[in-house]
């Protein structure tokens, strides 16, 4: 299970720190991922890390601004978002997969899902 949790409104320029919190089984053996979607639109990949934290993940629209960050002891994974823009108004979703892969981590294949924290950026 997968609780996502920190969306907010912030002015453009600012910054949030989403937080994902895992049960259910043991995060170190998960693959954990953020998404975000536009109604309408596919889901998109923002940001990803491997089990052991060693590997990061970033789409080239937020890579600079967005950091992706966990704690295995904690069972949490967090996406610190900085110098948000308009275009980065949507809907968060976290992601869990214990068995994808580096060629498709992009891909929004993950077997579980959180359930959306919403991010709205004001210009």
């Given at each position: 299970q997968l609780q996502a949790s920190g969306g907010g409104l912030v002015q453009a320029g600012?910054?949030?720190r989403l937080a994902c919190a895992f049960s259910g089984g043991t995060f170190s053996r998960y693959t954990m991922g953020w998404?975000?979607?536009v109604p309408g639109n596919d889901r998109?990949?923002?940001?990803a890390i491997k089990r052991s934290?060693?590997?990061t993940y970033y789409a080239d629209s937020v890579k600079g601004r967005f950091t992706i960050s966990r704690d295995n002891a904690g069972n949490l994974v967090w996406l610190q978002m900085n110098s948000l823009s308009?275009?980065?108004t949507t809907v968060y979703y976290c992601a869990a997969d214990a068995g994808i892969i580096t060629s498709t981590i992009r891909s929004p294949n993950y077997a579980y899902w959180g359930q959306g924290?919403?991010?709205t950026v004001s210009s």
């Amino acid at each position: 299970q997968l609780q996502a949790s920190g969306g907010g409104l912030v002015q453009a320029g600012g910054s949030l720190r989403l937080a994902c919190a895992f049960s259910g089984g043991t995060f170190s053996r998960y693959t954990m991922g953020w998404f975000r979607q536009v109604p309408g639109n596919d889901r998109e990949f923002v940001a990803a890390i491997k089990r052991s934290g060693g590997s990061t993940y970033y789409a080239d629209s937020v890579k600079g601004r967005f950091t992706i960050s966990r704690d295995n002891a904690g069972n949490l994974v967090w996406l610190q978002m900085n110098s948000l823009s308009p275009e980065d108004t949507t809907v968060y979703y976290c992601a869990a997969d214990a068995g994808i892969i580096t060629s498709t981590i992009r891909s929004p294949n993950y077997a579980y899902w959180g359930q959306g924290t919403l991010v709205t950026v004001s210009s």
